[in-house]
């Protein structure tokens, strides 16, 4: 086998050596002559010669002008080439599985996939799919970037030669500080999750309209410069120049300095833990804040996401600054001359004032307060106790044992009652039943029948330590709470409300979803199928936003129909095997994966016979392209018992019961269940011949050949007849 290029040495031994003889090789009609090898006196090697197509040519071997009549077949082929690879970048894992697409390629065993890598090369093997498509699977590859070419079948090689990134990894974890301000040249911390080969290539930074180069302070944090005109939030990138495949995104606060300006603050107790609250105009989350009172530099710390509050020191300036610390960089922003000092204690609102409290339950008081304040909590006519101070916003005060439905709380500071609040008791709530208890991942309804349930409308389920699901009142006996789980595992169940737990001791059991039924299995390369994925229950799918993928190459969005699952098939590019991911959105939580097969669309070319009578059941042949042991033929919108021959036949029986008194019949053809009304033939009927007389009736042997009438109803001159003479001789009629 060889190129149609030619050029390919072709050996030739002999049993003993033959140098001093004129050897020749006859590719066909072209000759070429055999060159010895000076180190192997018997044998002797000839280039192939340029052919125009590819094809089977004669290879007969010439010794002195006579043939040896040892004539063997040698096969031209097209020249193989690449042309893609995907995926070009392999997964964070040992094993991988990649697509080489080209043109002309051969099926052999000898064909092998090679990754080079310095002075190391790995061979795996290769999967010819299809004559354009070959897949390598392999695994225990180091990571690093490899050169991918195939080899073989010899002497044949694919020149081209394709890169893969193999278990190399880019990404951005944090940033530091998250916001700047606008006009001013900052410096970004950038926490990152980076290979090695990609580290030591050259890092930029990417901004809107600004780019610098990331210098590189340890294996996973860079430092970046960025300036940036215009506030609002931005999107930069982090991109490898070495290997653009690689590329990591993340996004910053750009500030307004106008808007940082403190124009007012408060000073709230005396002494020192004297507080200064000032307020901004806009959000300040993200930016890290100081007050300097001449040398002494205390931390703000950002409440409600407006204002700074600092602790004064005992002894400050008649000034205050607020500076801004973004990273290393310092900025001062306002410059205030302080008032006078308000000496009182400050109560704002208490919280919870009504809920399902009992003994021991925690009421938080809010306002302002000092470490030493001497403040007392009373619970109608129950014994005053002392209150908690939280901290400089908070103190906390415990519901007594018995207590009525409503009481009084009062604040009591050296007692002189500074503020009361009235207090609302309500009955526990009692938990009898939940539904479900074992459940799948992604989104369920929890049912939780008890009695209490009215007490408050903050109620919500909280589900380990982190998920809060949405809770929906349905009468005092009856909760729904609407879970979203992303992963399987046993998760304890609690009642709260607002962030206090008021009930729990339940487990629920997550587990994956069950593999669905799926019809149709297979489809048409040209995409369009419906698929539905069908399952045994409707929480299944109760409540999900569905999307199909289709090899990582299609995001079919899809929709729920009862108990099924509907999505689309997208073109394809090959006859082959598609996996088919289904996930849960909004974050993406993968459910199953299942196989889609892609075949080519079967096509109608003729009908054997194309008409007949209706009074009879009549077998016809179908002939056409790319028919499987799936396809069957339908006669108008019925289908009929098709036999499957080859991928260019097909079989059936049109059966009386199943004709119409229609002169001809729609013929069309489906594929596992995908019908094809593009490709469609007409099957004509026709009315039975009629006989009524034949002349003559009665004819001699001896006078030779005659001429007989038949005469009738219903002829045609489409029709071919013939007439048989006593059931042996059969002669056409004209």
Avoid at 74 to 80: A, G, K, L
């Amino acid at each position: 086998m060889a190129p149609i290029q030619g050029g390919v040495k072709v050996s030739l031994a002999f049993q003993k050596p033959l140098q001093n003889m004129a050897i020749e090789c006859m590719f066909g009609h072209i000759k070429s002559v055999c060159a010895w090898d000076n180190q192997t006196p018997s044998e002797c090697s000839c280039l192939t010669p340029i052919v125009r197509m590819e094809g089977e040519v004669c290879l007969d071997v010439s010794v002195g002008g006579v043939s040896t009549g040892n004539n063997v077949a040698f096969i031209y082929r097209n020249s193989m080439i690449i042309s893609s690879m995907t995926p070009t970048i392999g997964p964070e894992s040992h094993s991988f599985h990649i697509s080489i697409i080209g043109s002309n390629f051969v099926d052999s065993h000898e064909i092998r996939c090679e990754f080079l890598s310095h002075d190391q090369r790995f061979y795996f093997e290769a999967n010819l799919i299809s004559s354009s498509l070959i897949m390598c699977s392999g695994g225990d590859l180091e990571a690093g970037v490899y050169q991918v070419q195939l080899e073989g079948p010899k002497p044949i090689t694919y020149q081209k030669k394709l890169t893969f990134f193999h278990n190399i990894y880019f990404s951005v974890s944090d940033v530091s500080p998250r916001a700047i301000l606008a006009r001013h040249l900052h410096t970004l911390r950038i926490k990152v999750r980076i290979s090695n080969q990609i580290l030591k290539s050259s890092l930029w930074c990417n901004f809107r309209n600004f780019q610098s180069r990331a210098n590189i302070i340890s294996s996973d944090e860079l430092l970046c410069q960025v300036y940036q005109i215009h506030s609002g939030k931005i999107a930069f990138e982090i991109q490898s120049r070495s290997f653009p495949e690689f590329r990591a995104d993340y996004a910053i606060e750009v500030l307004e300095p106008l808007s940082l300006r403190f124009r007012n603050f408060n000073l709230h107790n005396e002494g020192d833990e004297t507080d200064i609250l000032f307020a901004s105009s806009m959000e300040i989350d993200g930016v890290d804040f100081y007050c300097v009172f001449g040398n002494v530099v205390v931390s703000g710390i950002v409440v409600q996401g407006t204002q700074i509050q600092c602790k004064v020191p005992s002894r400050h300036t008649s000034t205050v600054s607020i500076v801004a610390g973004f990273g290393s960089k310092m900025v001062d922003l306002s410059r205030l001359r302080m008032r006078s000092l308000q000496n009182s204690v400050s109560i704002l609102n208490v919280h919870p004032s009504t809920g399902a409290m009992k003994w021991g339950s925690q009421i938080f008081v809010l306002g302002k307060f000092k470490s030493d304040d001497n403040i007392h909590c009373k619970f109608g006519s129950e014994p005053s106790q002392r209150a908690i101070i939280f901290n400089s916003t908070a103190l906390t005060c415990v519901t007594p044992v018995s207590s009525p439905s409503e009481t009084i709380l009062s604040i009591i500071q050296e007692s002189k009652v500074l503020r009361s609040f009235r207090i609302f008791f309500d009955a526990q709530i009692q938990v009898k039943q939940i539904h479900p208890l074992q459940m799948q991942i992604g989104r369920t309804i929890i049912t939780i029948m008890g009695e209490n349930f009215g007490i408050s409308s903050g109620l919500n389920c909280q589900i380990g330590k982190y998920i809060y699901s949405t809770s929906k009142y349905v009468s005092s006996s009856l909760l729904e709470c609407d879970a979203y789980i992303r992963k399987t595992g046993n998760y304890s169940l609690a009642i709260v409300d607002d962030t206090r737990v008021v009930w729990d001791g339940a487990r629920l059991i997550v587990q994956r979803a069950s593999l669905p039924n799926i019809f149709p299995s297979s489809g048409p390369i040209a995409g369009g199928t419906l698929i539905k994925l069908s399952f045994d229950e409707i929480s299944s799918t109760s409540g999900y936003f569905f999307t199909c993928d289709f090899d990582h190459r299609e995001y079919v969005n899809a929709s729920v129909s009862g108990v099924d699952i509907e999505c689309i098939s997208p073109p394809s590019e090959f006859e082959m095997k598609s996996h088919l991911f289904v996930y849960g959105q909004p974050n993406k939580i993968l459910l199953f994966q299942v196989d889609f097969q892609y075949f080519r669309d079967p096509s109608l070319h003729s009908l054997n016979p194309s008409q007949g009578p209706r009074d009879f059941d009549l077998l016809v042949t179908i002939f056409g392209e790319d028919f499987s042991l799936a396809s069957k033929i339908w006669q108008r919108s019925i289908p009929l018992s098709s036999t499957f021959i080859s991928s260019t036949m097909l079989r059936c029986v049109f059966s009386r019961n199943q004709r119409n008194v229609d002169q001809s019949s729609v013929i069309s053809v489906s594929n596992n269940g995908v019908h094809f009304s593009s490709s469609t033939l007409t099957f004509a009927y026709i009315t039975p011949v009629k006989f009524i007389s034949i002349s003559p009736q009665i004819v001699s042997c001896e006078e030779g050949v005659q001429e007989v009438t038949v005469i009738g109803e219903n002829f045609d001159r489409q029709s071919l007849y013939q007439c048989s003479f006593g059931g042996r001789d059969s002669v056409l009629a004209d």
